[in-house]
């Protein structure tokens, strides 16, 4: 019996709210500079503190050891899907992160608008990063003129500088393909091909491409600089079994950006609009309250200030977080989990493999008897260091959604 | 998709120097005769805990939990390859201890001289357990007389007391075969057979093992007490893909004992000759450090006091170490591992299953802000307890050689 079967079977009816708060980038290192603290530990969290004492602790491994996450993988983790079952292209990431509502079945590619030579030789292969407006003009010119090749719906938005994004909505496409990007200046833009030969949606697919290449090069000819493109990650949305079939919770997402609403869209969440910020989205959530069963609710700006390699701009988001969480308690869930979707730490300007503190709250979550909620805490904590996909697992045990196993 | 297919799809080009320093059986217990401290925490390490400082720490589980490892599935885990996966037949390793450069597809035996009555019955499985110079003798005179069976190259190397190996180097053999071995006195040698009856290969390695004991037996027929022998763990060297393939890195062994030589090149390592001491196995570094990009040096004498239940001996080994470790720090390694293949507690003198502690430490380590490297440390470090088989992956990515996964 798989386990994914034996939570199936064990799982019982909810009676009770749940809330996944993700704090983007959320772990971090403690580095001789900024005297070992993180900027959690670092932080003024009051609220948080209070919080951590009934608690229970622990760390998570996004993906896999030394394995670090895009935003794709570290969410789909955060949901309970196995990143390396369940894998979303890159273009399907970017359309997400643009707004695009996809559906199911639609192809995606990421793109840039690239400079070519007389030869169709790539000079340039971000078109000397032209600004945004010129892109978003570039792409209207586009959009107006290829709106369908054959039966199939054409749907071009504009990114920041070069980067754009491609989605082909029709029937029998499906990905992956090879990159049109020879990957270097000095070599012509490489047809794509099919990465399964025998699949002959692929091939449909990859015949698309070559037919946008033909409309759209004309368009473009005589622009300066960005007078061709290259079109990477080409891929369709994947089947991805619902969240409320999984769990039997009924799902919101709270989030500002995009690409958040975006992934939790992918695995059947309810796109709750409107907030701006965190004490909006709890606000939001009193109101809601009643209308589902599990709250997805992000929060972006700690992995912000991790990119930034920003130390004081991490610590002041998550003291912003902390001095919102009031509200949240106004109604306060019966599970509450909180965590990243991965390490951003402030000296590597990035994401990173470094596994993420969580904490877990509930009636029966248990305390650990930890003061705050700390990467350094988190180690010595009852949850251990565990893969992420189990988290929403263990906030189904933590709700009593799970019949005993065996007598 | 594969977690290994994964790791090798985002593996970059190293620009960094990895030292993965293995003192062997390094892991131990506290116990109450010891007043509650291992080796470890017991020994004066001013060096590690300097370095302790800026690491992060664990423990590692060598194989799976309460499985005790020889120094075969010990140094694979370490290397990175599944234990289960990649198995090491007993004679391919006895063959390494006694320094055979074994060739791809040579089939190994570990055999011990026995004494057999007029009918062919053990009556002795160590013949007494003769001494070592009457075991090189012995095999001096088998190996004189019997260079090859058909086209097969016959290598007899002796080892301690009744203890040698047969390595067979021809075409088209394979093990592994059922042991030349009743395994208690009273009972005739049992004919060996194929494990796997449809294997031709394998047949014919069983042909050969008859065909030699026909050989060798009038040899030693007027023999007292070593008129007979039994073979064992009959298997070839398993393929295995080369460390430098799986990792892109470049790997160097620094190791005094044939045994850990003998592993290293199992996966393709460059065996370095010459050091005798930790002292010089670190300044051999320091001039091989352009040649490199890997390094594993391999430290014995904490396995050996551990086996010889020598708590002050482990002790003292730990310390010498830890003297020698600026030397090491000349041209610090980029990213330095130290840990052990396993435990070898002195209170059990021998191998054990216990999780053996982990130091890692690079820029982006981060810190467990943990003074000194010790088992019970570990036990909090932000590593927490993982398999073995990962600790390599840890080691690429504080390298920064993956790339992130997904968008």
Redesign the interface.
């Known amino acids: 019996m798989s386990l994914d079967a034996l939570y199936s079977e064990l799982t019982l009816k909810p009676n009770a709210k749940l809330a996944l708060i993700v704090l983007d980038g959320l772990g971090d ?4 500079e900024q005297s ?1 603290l993180t900027p959690l530990e670092a932080a003024f969290t009051p609220n948080l503190d209070a919080l951590s004492k009934n608690s229970a602790q622990g ?1 998570m491994i996004p ?12 969410h789909l983790g955060l949901f309970g899907y196995d ?2 079952e369940f ?2 292209g ?1 273009g399907v ?2 359309a997400l ?1 643009l707004g695009v509502e996809l559906k199911a079945g639609d192809v995606c590619a990421r793109a840039n608008f690239a400079t070519l030579d007389a030869k169709g030789i790539v000079t340039d292969r971000r078109a000397g990063r032209i600004p945004t407006e010129t892109c978003e003009k570039l792409v209207a010119l586009l959009s107006a003129k290829i709106k369908k090749i054959g039966d199939t719906q054409i749907i071009i938005k504009p990114g920041k500088e070069h980067r754009f994004v491609v989605v082909f909505r029709g029937k029998g496409l499906e990905g992956p393909l090879t990159d049109a990007d020879p990957n270097r200046e000095g070599y012509a833009v490489p047809t794509v091909k099919p990465r399964d030969h025998k699949n002959a949606k692929q091939k449909k697919m990859a015949g698309l491409i070559a037919d946008f290449y033909k409309a759209a090069l004309p368009i473009l000819a005589k622009e300066k600089p960005a007078n061709g493109f290259l079109m990477r ?1 080409i891929a369709h949305q994947p089947e991805i079994p619902l969240f409320e079939d999984r769990y039997k919770l009924k799902p919101a997402c709270l989030a500002v950006y995009p690409m958040y609403k975006g992934l939790a869209q992918l695995v059947g969440m309810k796109k709750i609009e409107g907030p701006q910020s965190i004490a909006e989205q709890f606000e939001r959530y009193l109101t809601e309250y009643n209308n589902y069963d599990f709250f997805f609710i992000h929060y972006k700006y700690t992995d912000k200030a991790g990119e930034d390699g920003n130390f004081a701009a991490k610590k002041k988001a998550i003291e912003d977080f902390d001095a919102a969480l009031p509200i949240l308690f106004k109604k306060r869930p019966d599970v509450i989990a909180i965590t990243g979707d991965h390490s951003t ?1 402030c ?2 300007h ?6 993420q503190p969580v904490l877990l709250n509930s009636s029966v979550s248990g305390s650990d008897k930890l003061d705050r909620f700390t ?2 805490g988190a ?2 904590g009852s949850l ?2 565990f893969p992420a996909k189990f988290l929403i697992r263990l906030m189904q045990a933590n709700a009593k959604m799970f019949d005993k196993f065996g007598a």
């Open positions: 290192l403690a580095t001789k070992y760390r993906v896999a050891p030394g394995i670090t996450p895009g935003s794709g993988p570290g990143p390396l894998q979303v890159r990431i970017e992160g990650g730490p000296a590597m990035g994401h990173s493999w470094h596994p990467e350094t180690n010595n251990g260091i």
